[in-house]
Structures are given as C-alpha cells and as structure tokens.
C-alpha cells in the first residue's frame, strides 16, 4: 500500500492501478457522537481496505454535502455542485499519475451527487474509472437506525470509545420515511438529530460491523475492477 506518508519517489515507483478516496463529513452526530464521525469512520476502513487491495490510499475528504443537518451547530457542508467539482479535479489529478481506477467509498448518505458526478465522469470515457461504493450497504438491517444509532454508535465504541459520551441520548426513530429530509432537514424531523438507537449499541456489535464493512468494502472494489477488466 502507499499512503500519504509516502514521498513522491515511492509514489511514482509503487503506486499501482488503484486509488481509494474516503468522503467523510463534519456534521451533528448528535449530544454523544463527535462532529467528525463520518470523516472518522472514512479514515479508520479506507485505510485496511487499501492494505488488502495494495492500493494507493488518499487522506479522505474531510467536508461534503450535509445540507439537511446545517441546522445544527458545528455542522459543515459542501454545495454538491462543489463536491462533484472536487471530485472530478481529484480524479484528474491521479489519472496523471497512470491511476486507472478511483474508488470512493463514500461515509455520508447525503452525498447524492456523487453517483450522478461518476456517471457523467464514466459514460464519457475518461480516466481513472470512478467507482462509488457505498459504505452503509455494508450494514443490510441498518435502518432505521440511519443517524447517530445504533450502527455508528456501535462502532465508535469498538474503534475509539473515548469518543462516545455516556449519556446517550433517547431511541427515537421519526414517523417519516427518509425522503422527509429532502424537505425538512434533521432538525424538522428529530429535534436531537438522533434516528434511530443508540440505547442498543455495543463495542461487540461495532467490532463485528467493522469487519463487515471492510470485507465488503474490499469485495465490491475487486469485482467492479474484474468487471472493467472483462471489458477491455
């Protein structure tokens, strides 16, 4: 693997067909998780995901689109026209370097615009092949625990319980569909900004779930890549 701590020379020398970048976030995770969960979350997986694809690994972006939780304090967002712009100049800038292959696993479920931004990217040919995946279809029975539940409650406590403050907040899980968020933002719908469980999270829980999501994570890049090659 080659990480930013390698220099240019060992880049240049090393680097192999593949890149992964991990969108993370700065956003409300309501009173108990930090403001940088997603962007925690991108660092810890992308990372054992590049050692066992032998990828070149990129510092995961910090900020996205997180325009349905700005109604919180601390909370960060990027216009999607922004991030897609981001993402592209990241995806020009190593294809210089002979990178065929860009795989975003991506932290944040309001990133909607990235499937459309390497859509357009793909079907007009360019390189390196963008690839999307996914990091919460990783978890198949997550919902409804969508924010600040169970899940990521779980796995805080398994990869930085330090991180997680004691009193919890309430299980509360919205009468809406997710959709709602479209039109009235986390705080018109969950005035903590919690939906879902976090009373049900454990570290035993949140260890199982790294595992899983690294394992898939890893899987869905492979067979993406084996289908591009098949193509060729």
């Known amino acids: 693997m080659i990480g930013p701590e390698n220099t ?4 240049r020398e090393k680097a192999g067909e593949l890149a992964i970048l991990g969108v993370g976030a700065f956003e409300q995770h309501s009173s108990h ?30 900020y996205s689109t997180s325009l349905e939780h700005r109604d919180f304090a601390g909370t960060v967002t990027l216009r999607p026209e922004t991030l897609r712009r981001m993402i592209c100049e990241i995806a020009e800038s190593v294809g210089s370097w002979s990178i065929k292959y860009l795989a975003l696993i ?13 859509r357009e990217w793909n079907m007009d040919k360019k390189l390196p092949h963008i690839m999307v995946i996914d990091y919460y279809a990783s978890f198949p029975d997550m919902f409804p625990n ?14 930085a319980p330090h991180k997680v403050k004691t009193d919890l907040p309430e299980d509360f899980v ?6 709602c968020l479209t039109h009235f933002g ?23 779930w790294f595992r899983q999501s690294v394992d898939y994570c890893t899987g869905r890049i492979e067979k993406l890549i084996n289908h591009y090659k098949s193509l060729e």
């Open 33 to 62: 998780l930090p403001l940088e969960t997603d962007f925690f979350f991108a660092r810890e997986v992308s990372r054992p995901v590049a050692e066992k694809l032998d990828a070149v690994l990129l510092n995961p972006l910090p």
């Open 174 to 179: 919205p009468e809406w569909m997710p959709d």
């Open 146 to 159: 969508l924010h600040a539940g169970e899940v990521e409650t779980s796995l805080m406590l398994h990869l």
């Open 106 to 118: 991506n932290f944040h479920g309001g990133n909607f615009i990235l499937n459309p931004a390497a």
């Open 8 to 11: 240019t020379v060992e880049v």
């Open 186 to 208: 986390m705080r018109g719908v969950s005035p903590t900004g919690v939906w879902g469980f976090p009373g049900k999270a454990t570290a035993e829980k949140g260890e199982k």
